[in-house]
């Protein structure tokens, strides 16, 4: 684990480094200064990954907002590097076709100077603008979902989803604050988190979470893990949930009536604990979830990654609606594509899937080494079961 945290570390401080390098280098900045200013910018952009993970929540005071800071050359290192690299690579074709000489021509070096103006004022314009949207209060989203045979009883029953909140040392304890706010004036019958809580350890993280723990709806509120529970201990958290009375599903199902109606609620492990779990966890399992369960006039499945969607859509199962996050909406644009690849085309909105409707959720937050949203936004997300025609 230290490993990947490392490659995390080096990927944005080497990013940095060399985009800032090479644009105060077409700038006719000395060299020195460059080397000196690039150091700085790699020094914030890869020290931010280190607080992200190691900074306790509750500890760091004032200086939390120092992280505003270091988010933004987190950002910028990412956004910066395929324009500064494509730059460099279009310079050196001129450079092998025409010479080097070419290149310091009065004029040459004219145009050089105000494309990197340009290029970094366009860079920290998204950089600082995908970092507003990323950590601004999520949306509160309205979805109606259409059952067939739905008993009178359920009809009109609201599921608030929350997913990928991620606290961290930037997103704390008021943020929380504000997202139970938005679930309480809903007025859910049903609240579910589908994983990726937390970025750190129950010390690190318990005051930003201890919020979400006054939740209170009339069928309760269940949570499962996601990718990110795993990184540091999810055994820490599964005991940490069961010390304060939260329910977590770990390849389970729970039978509710409400009414004339029956609800199954099923819960599945992360993918993560395939690789991370150990003997304790060993991953989703919808068979051991399902074992022993009632019929039911309507299945909840929570998933937190939405890949084995196809899959879990077999009638056998009997699920009719999937709730998972993991994607962040694809964050931006550019990322969008490689998010639905690598999650069987799923990122973002309702899916038809078999008889199964599956709904992915844009996140209520996201992982801040990269806390960047262009063209998604985040979200907290209230459904409403409607009897189909």
């Known amino acids: 684990m230290q490993l990947i945290f490392l490659v995390i570390i080096a990927l944005f401080a080497g990013s940095g480094f060399y985009a800032v390098l090479n644009l105060l280098r077409h700038r006719r900045v000395p060299y020195s200064r460059a080397i000196l200013a690039a150091l700085l910018f790699a020094l914030l952009s890869g020290g931010h990954q280190y607080l992200l993970f190691w900074g306790n929540t509750a500890k760091l005071g ?33 450079r092998l076709k025409y010479g080097r000489g070419f290149l310091t021509r009065p004029r040459i070096i004219a145009r050089r100077k105000a494309w990197a103006v ?36 359920l009809n009109g029953l609201k599921i608030a989803q929350l997913t990928d909140v991620h606290t ?53 509120m269940y949570f499962i893990p996601g990718n990110h529970e795993y990184i540091l201990s ?52 919808i068979e ?17 990654q939405p890949r084995q969607a196809e899959r879990y859509s077999a009638d056998k199962y009997g699920i009719d609606l999937m709730l998972s996050g993991h994607t962040h909406g694809g964050q931006i644009p550019i990322l969008r594509s490689m998010t639905a690849a690598a999650n069987h085309g799923f990122v973002a909105g309702l899916y038809q899937v078999g008889d199964m409707q599956l709904y992915v959720s ?28």
Request: glycine share 8%; aromatic share 10%.
């Open 62 to 94: 004032l200086f939390s907002h120092v992280l505003y800071l270091t988010a933004f050359c987190a950002v910028f290192s990412l956004l910066a590097l395929p324009p500064v690299l494509i730059s460099d690579i279009v310079l050196s074709i001129v």
């Open 168 to 220: 961290s040392p930037l997103f704390t304890r008021p943020r929380s604050e504000a997202m139970v706010q938005q679930v309480t004036e809903a007025n859910p019958d049903l609240i579910v988190f589908t994983g990726d809580q937390v970025d750190g350890t129950p010390q690190m993280r318990e005051d930003a979470l201890l919020p979400f723990t006054k939740l209170q709806a009339p069928l309760g």
């Open 288 to 304: 051991k979830a399902l074992e022993g369960a009632p019929q039911a006039d309507f299945t909840l499945l929570l998933a937190h």
């Open 234 to 285: 999810m055994a820490a958290w599964r005991d940490w949930y069961q010390g304060h009375n939260l329910r977590l599903l770990i390849n389970e199902h729970v039978s509710l009536t409400y009414g004339d109606g029956r609800i199954n609620i099923v819960g599945l492990d992360d993918e993560a604990a395939l690789t991370r779990g150990g003997s304790e966890f060993s991953g989703p399992n």
């Open 118 to 153: 340009v290029l970094s004022a366009f860079l920290c314009l998204c950089s600082g603008l995908a970092l507003y949207n990323a950590v601004k209060a999520p949306a509160l989203k309205y979805q109606d979902i259409y059952v067939k045979e739905l008993p009178a009883s």
């Open 362 to 389: 844009e996140g209520s937050g996201l992982w801040q080494g990269f806390c960047a949203r262009l063209d998604t936004e985040g979200e907290v997300t209230i459904f409403t079961l409607k009897s189909a025609p």
